[in-house]
């Protein structure tokens, strides 16, 4: 059976395990079902997942046009304490910046290799930690707005770690952790304006499962600007990677904006 499409990264349901769509504009695939299948795929092109031109993809699914210029790409996504749309000032588009940043966000403790301080959307939990193939997350603090939840995330790098080792986490090579118990430990850690918030913030331990039939020792990471066309076996899922038989390892959400044919 073949696909045709843009890919963009994977929609997730939560479940024991977690189930994985690839969805396209004329249908999806359920991804869990094709685990031991063969499964290949070719790059036919690029579709800009803003303006929808055939234009060379630059960054997040963008064309470099639509990265400088989109709403959706400022820096503020990246490091949201630089977000000003609570004090009315625009960065590119004030309507959209109102809409994303003036709502609850939660700055979080995860563990998907080492543990990791972040910064989501509430509307985004759990989907932000399975994106990150975390194991097991907890909120920290549950704030009104984008930037509390940045200059909170900024006080607690100091301490804690804001990146992942992608492939200690494929390789499901996770550092145990008591994550309630380091939640304890930050709230003396907090920045003043968001310290009252950790007291009515519940304290709850997430924990998630993937569809991985086996993880791989080795990692081989496929870059689909090089090396256009892959097969191969399908072996497991998790975060945005596909993990295939022969340690090779497919970041979807890299390749968002890329059209491509599938076949299963």
């Known amino acids: ?11 997730t349901e939560p479940g024991n395990p977690i189930q994985y769509y690839l969805v396209f504009n004329d249908g999806f695939i359920h991804m869990n079902q094709l685990l031991g ?30 990265f400088y210029s989109r709403p959706e790409a400022g820096d503020w ?25 003036l709502q609850p966000h939660v700055v979080y403790l995860a563990a998907s290799s080492d543990m990791k301080v972040g910064v ?26 984008r930037y509390l939840a940045g200059i909170t995330e900024v006080a607690l790098k100091q301490y804690f770690s804001d990146k992942i080792n992608w492939k200690k986490m494929l390789m499901n090579n996770i550092t145990p952790f008591d994550l309630l118990a380091k939640r304890h430990e930050t709230k ?6 968001a310290a009252p918030f950790f007291d009515t913030t519940p304290e709850v331990l997430y924990t998630l499962d993937y569809p991985v039939l086996h993880y791989p020792a080795k990692i081989n990471s496929l870059n689909l600007s090089n090396t256009p066309r892959y097969s191969g076996t399908l072996v497991g899922i998790k975060g945005q990677y596909l993990i295939f038989e022969d340690g090779t390892v497919l970041n979807v959400r890299s390749y968002e904006g890329f059209t491509v044919n599938i076949e299963i």
């Open 120 to 145: 989501t959307r509430k509307t985004q939990v759990p989907t932000r930690w399975i994106d990150q193939g975390a194991s097991c997350a907890t909120p920290l603090i549950e704030v009104p707005n």
């Open 188 to 193: 003396n850690l907090l920045p003043d304006e």
């Open 77 to 101: 996504i990246m490091r949201p304490e630089l977000s000003t749309a609570h004090l009315g000032i625009a960065d590119r588009d004030l309507d959209y910046e109102s809409r994303v940043q």
């Open 1 to 11: 059976m073949q696909y045709q499409g843009v890919l963009t990264k994977m929609q």
């Open 37 to 66: 299948q063969p499964f290949s795929i070719n790059v036919t092109g690029y579709q800009c997942l803003s303006c929808g031109k055939s234009k060379k993809i630059w960054r997040q699914g963008f064309c470099y046009d639509c």
